[in-house]
């Protein structure tokens, strides 16, 4: 254990009867660290912050403050403030009031005995904490005068006048605007150079997080998901969470075909990352990692079909068959022109998947209702587009309110899962046909690849032995696709 770690969360949960807002935590914090929780709402942020306050008790686990186990330690005793979103300041008392509030009530020890603070004691520090926050001038200002910037500034005025060790910070410029969030975030960053100590800071906003931190974690449902620099968050995101949370991506499901090969939205591409061949995994591409091309010169193509001017760039949507590709570039270019595109091996990020379905991206409905994977068309349960709908002689799907919708075209993704692809001996009697690439051995089972002559794979769980290179045909009954429609039901409902 390094010597400089202030506090250690080992193994924490928090559950609220059938709630786990906080799931096996293990987190070190170092003195003088600015770490970030950052994650959706729910995800179990303001439980953990709660826990190393002593708000709340842990339900599993431990949190050690300097090497010593503090579960018993109630929140008073320990070397740590809190601020808030809401500001809770007093309204009825003036900015010296408010910040020197809970030092009245503070005792010290003075050798064997306790003692209250002298005024000039508590003059002195009050002073020191408003010059902190820059709000020396406010002394005797009445809180209602103040804007929420400058209460949020008496808020954290007040919570270090108590010099803690460590300051917690839950979401303290969510209520305010955008433009005094941002002066905010660097004056935060000022105090906490000027502090030294340490600060533990919640948020849901990822730009935020990159901004202010040394260090982030990237929490999902009470897991963490992540923890590193900003840079590598950024750069090295762990998984299609991460990626997707920190910024705008472009992320597809894709397959290794060779050494330092994968294949995404149907073509090639070489990477850097090394995994083995006919693995599933998840690639990322920043948009400012593709870079647009003469149509016949880049590695692929497609057409751009949106162009949305950002100030200092456009951001482009391409569509690279049925896919979107996200792109930044300085340059005017055409809409509904087709360019080529490049991107280098190292802007694409390879991460690995835990592979539990068979997940189609750019899957489509045909106009008798089925679904099209890889050129192949399969019985699917239309209805399950909108909830409550039947089909009608017609062929429409008819909502439970009678609205008529035909899904010709639209755009779903489709999800099978291991177990509901059945493998054919004949290669002609399923829905679609394939080689089989790869076959794992799974301790009671076989887990196989399929792939198809369009080069789509379908991975399936078997107890049947097969041989590699065998042709198979598979089938999927209709109720065990499941679909999702990528745009709204809306833009399908018939006049
Ligand atoms: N006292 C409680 N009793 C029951 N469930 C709770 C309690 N406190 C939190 N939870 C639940 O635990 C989960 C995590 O909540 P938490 O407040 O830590 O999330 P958060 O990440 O801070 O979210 P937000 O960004 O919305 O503030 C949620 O599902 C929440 O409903
Ligand atoms: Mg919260």
């Given at each position: ?31 003088g660290?600015f ?94 904490a408003?010059k902190i926050v820059d709000l ?13 910037g400058?209460?949020q500034r008496?808020?954290i005025a007040?919570?270090i ?6 300051l917690?910070l839950?979401?303290p410029l ?8 941002k002066d905010m975030q660097l004056e935060l960053k000022e105090m906490h150079k000027k502090l030294g100590i340490?600060f533990?800071y ?9 901004t202010l931190s040394d ?281």
């Amino acid at each position: 254990m390094e010597k400089n770690v202030i506090i250690e969360l080992k193994n924490v949960s928090k559950h609220f009867g059938q709630t786990y807002a906080v799931e096996d935590f293990n987190l070190y914090v170092k003195k003088g660290e600015f770490i970030t929780f950052l994650g959706p709402s729910g995800c179990g942020k303001t439980t953990t912050l709660r826990m190393i306050a002593g708000f709340e008790l842990p339900t599993g686990g431990e949190i050690l403050l300097n090497g010593k186990d503090i579960t018993d330690l109630p929140p008073y005793k320990r070397p740590v403030n809190t601020v808030f979103q809401k500001y809770a300041l007093f309204p009825h008392m003036d900015v010296y009031e408010n910040v020197a509030f809970g030092l009245k009530l503070k005792k010290v020890s003075d050798g064997a005995k306790m003692r209250k603070l002298t005024n000039a004691e508590i003059d002195k520090k009050v002073k020191n904490a408003l010059k902190i926050v820059d709000l020396e001038e406010y002394e005797n200002r009445d809180i209602s005068t103040l804007s929420g910037g400058q209460q949020q500034r008496i808020a954290i005025a007040r919570a270090i006048v108590n010099e803690p060790e460590i300051l917690l910070l839950d979401e303290p410029l969510g209520a305010l605007d955008l433009k005094m969030r941002k002066d905010m975030q660097l004056e935060l960053k000022e105090m906490h150079k000027k502090l030294g100590i340490t600060f533990i800071y919640v948020t849901h906003d990822q730009e935020e997080a990159l901004t202010l931190s040394d260090t982030v974690v990237v929490m999902k449902d009470g897991m963490i998901q992540q923890i590193g620099t900003p840079e590598d968050i950024y750069n090295e995101p762990n998984n299609a969470f991460v990626a997707n949370f920190i910024g705008e991506s472009n992320i597809y499901s894709a397959t290794m075909t060779g050494e330092k090969k994968v294949r995404f939205i149907n073509h090639v591409f070489d990477c850097v990352d090394e995994f083995p061949k006919n693995e599933k995994v998840d690639v990322v591409i920043r948009p400012e990692d593709v870079h647009i091309t003469g149509e016949d010169q880049g590695m692929a193509k497609g057409k751009i079909v949106s162009k949305i001017f950002k100030g200092i760039h456009y951001e482009y949507i391409m569509m690279v068959g049925r896919n979107e590709l996200v792109i930044v570039d300085t340059r005017n270019l055409e809409i509904d022109k087709t360019y080529g595109f490049d991107i280098e091996p190292d802007g694409i990020h390879i991460m690995k998947k835990e592979l539990t379905a068979n997940i189609y991206d750019d899957a489509y409905i045909d106009k008798n209702n089925r679904v099209v994977i890889s050129e192949s068309a399969f019985e699917c349960d239309i209805t399950s587009l909108v909830p409550g709908s039947t089909v009608d002689e017609e062929g429409y799907v008819v909502g439970p309110d009678g609205v008529r919708y035909d899904f010709t075209d639209a755009d779903v993704k489709a999800e099978i899962g291991l177990k509901d692809i059945d493998i054919l001996d004949d290669e002609q009697s399923g829905t679609v046909s394939g080689e089989i690439v790869s076959i794992i051995y799974k301790g009671d089972h076989y887990q196989l690849t399929i792939r198809t002559p369009q080069d789509e794979d379908f991975v399936l769980d078997t107890e049947y032995t097969y041989d590699e290179n065998d042709l198979v045909g598979l089938s999927v009954k209709s109720e065990k696709i499941k679909l999702k429609l990528k745009g709204e039901a809306k833009k399908y409902a018939k006049k």
